[in-house]
């Protein structure tokens, strides 16, 4: 499972309106830890047995701001940083022959950095004056990717 920016949020403690020149801060955490894999429901205990497991480690810190240009209308950015790390086993590869696991460190790969970020507009429909227990808005945003073509990977091998 990756991990997702703007992830549910589940109930309010005060109007979801902003006042006209307000701000709204928002700082969200995300971890994921992982080394078990599945083929649907089903566990595959024979990739830990093997020892070809993975291991997945993700951070996420989500900052994100709103402000309210009017009643209805609101704009915001939200900047995700990340770092994800990802290890595999370390294999032996000799000519001819099908690759196999070796003792020793795991080959292991780092991501870390400013994620995509998001910008939106949204606009509640009715006016919140008369519609203060609930309303719909409608929302149109962008999200700039921020990876780039130069990444390099690295796979450590051992050879005969």
Same mark, same amino acid.
């Given at each position: 499972?990756?991990?997702?920016?703007?992830?549910?949020?589940?109930? =309010?403690?005060?109007?979801?309106? =902003?006042?006209?020149?307000?701000?709204?801060?928002?700082?969200?955490?995300?971890?994921?830890?992982?080394?078990?894999?599945?083929?649907?429901?089903?566990?595959?205990?024979?990739?830990?047995?093997?020892?070809?497991?993975?291991?997945?480690?993700?951070?996420?810190?989500?900052?994100?701001?709103?402000?309210?240009?009017?009643?209805?209308?609101?704009? +915001?950015?939200?900047?995700?940083?990340?770092?994800?790390?990802?290890?595999?086993?370390?294999?032996?590869?000799?000519? +001819?022959?099908?690759?196999? =696991?070796?003792? +020793?460190?795991?080959?292991?790969?780092?991501?870390?950095?400013?994620?995509?970020?998001?910008?939106?507009?949204?606009?509640? =429909?009715?006016?919140?004056?008369?519609?203060?227990?609930?309303?719909?808005?409608?929302?149109?945003?962008?999200?700039?990717?921020?990876?780039?073509?130069?990444?390099?990977?690295?796979?450590?091998?051992?050879?005969?």
């Amino acid at each position: 499972m990756l991990i997702r920016q703007n992830g549910p949020v589940f109930g =309010l403690s005060a109007s979801a309106y =902003l006042d006209p020149g307000s701000w709204e801060w928002s700082l969200a955490y995300r971890t994921l830890d992982s080394s078990r894999r599945f083929r649907g429901s089903f566990e595959q205990f024979e990739r830990e047995d093997f020892g070809t497991y993975v291991v997945n480690q993700q951070r996420m810190a989500d900052v994100s701001a709103t402000y309210a240009v009017s009643k209805r209308v609101s704009v +915001g950015l939200g900047v995700p940083v990340v770092q994800a790390s990802w290890g595999t086993p370390n294999l032996k590869i000799e000519p +001819g022959k099908p690759s196999t =696991l070796t003792d +020793g460190p795991r080959n292991n790969q780092v991501g870390r950095g400013i994620g995509d970020v998001s910008a939106k507009a949204q606009a509640w =429909l009715f006016k919140p004056a008369d519609h203060a227990t609930g309303n719909v808005a409608l929302s149109l945003g962008v999200k700039a990717p921020r990876a780039t073509r130069t990444s390099r990977i690295s796979i450590r091998t051992s050879t005969a």
